[in-house]
């Protein structure tokens, strides 16, 4: 129970058995669901009662009440306030997940993204009145042009997945105009690509046809051109790679793959190593996702909302999704509409994310294009000086090599020790780190990939390598406890991961009356 009178979430995988009164500790606070929390007989309002009237619904009306849960003000306050205090933000500490480039969201994009203008946007008002959006639409999408020298931008899509299939579609739709459906049915994919490539491929129709990554991490030219035959329709690889590795060898695949008639998907998401260093046109790509919540600050907001706008070659710009700006005369317009060109179709209800776009814009704006590429600079350093501080105690897959805004190890250096990445990974967290990503790449074992991003100073970089370093020592020196019950300090212990994901429970059953 707790002080009001009502019971407590129960105490789930062998959470240490809090000694107070409350089940509180400190500052770490227990919190139930509002289902139990609230009383099903009350409400924070006060709403007059309707006037009688007649229901039109016949049978479908309901029989019983919808069992919602009232609560007061403070006490619905209380209950969100406390909730966020269980989140681990970039706000409130380094966030290293690799590959997720968790930056800094800065306070300036939260400001542009509030002024009415963008906030209170309607999809379905008309054009005319909706100018400045569609120019902040225009003014971003010259700059996405501009960083990566591709011909056209779709800014619909709304995740970096979203993009993959946005971008696809256009090659899908490409090839077919070529009257080449039937006979390239063949995306290849590397085998250290994000799973997201090889499902964005099937969810299409085509088949995958996977291609080895090399003993240093990169994709050979040479196992590329292997794999490319008259069935292949595109090759989808990431640059830099979920290695955190600059594909050398990509214009020789950009040249192999356009000989032999297919066309070059790049997964962007890290683009956020090379903005302002290289342009993805001048290497051969022809499409090319960019997640605005990673290179450009957006926040990742639980999974959305995200924007994915997809760069297109000039082989593929006319395949682009409706809607997109255009502008005539000294208006904009919407395109809604085909009109008679080759765009493949729609591939959201509206025209994207404004919000998104609007804190993208502002942090491209506010960076300038020194700023941008200094934040490229920034993002490889910091990861480098991780990966140099650690190489001694850790180990890399690929030897002592220079990366590129993520460093990678593998669990070599746990063999002997009785632990594993996932026992490192928990034990983070008992030091106020959330852990790095693990177990990706999979072509990695025991994969660990940190990207601290360019928003760490120096100080807090000094402190996460040498809270590291304390682990790695403590875990050679045999110090098994210290990970085996690890998190000890959190408000949750280990839990049964696999569970959680297969079979959520995400729905509140009322216990039955005592
Ligand atoms: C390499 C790579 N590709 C694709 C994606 C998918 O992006 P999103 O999560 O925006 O759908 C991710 C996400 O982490 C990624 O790391």
Redesign the pocket.
Known sequence: MNMQGRPTRPETSAAPKGATFTGNRALDMEEALIFETGRFDATGVDIEAPAPFESKLGPHARESTLGLPGLTEPEAMRHYVRLSRNNYSIDAGLYPLG??TMKHNPRLNEKMARLAGFADVHPLQPVSTAQGALELVEALTHALITMTGMEAIAMSPK????G?LCGMMAIKAAIEARGEGETRRVVLVPESA?G??PATAALIGFSVRSVPAGEDGIVNAEAVKRALAPDVAAIML?NPN?CGLFEREIVGIAEAVHEAGAYFYC?G??FNAIVGKTRPGDLGVDAMHI?L?KTFSTPHGGGGP?A?PVALSARLAPYAPVPFVVREGGALRLVEHAEGGKAFGRITAFHGQMGMFVRALSFILSHGADGLRQASEDAVLSANYIRASLNDVMSAPFGDRACMHEALFDDRWLKDTGLTTLDFAKAMIDEGYHPMTVYFPLIVHGAMLIEPTESESKASLDLFVMTLRDLALAAKAGKSERFHAAPVHAPRRRLDETRAARQPVLRWTKPAPA
């Open positions: 590959s997720c995740a970096g997945a979203h993959e994000h997201t490539n990431t979920t997964d998401a890290n997640n919540h995200g994915g």
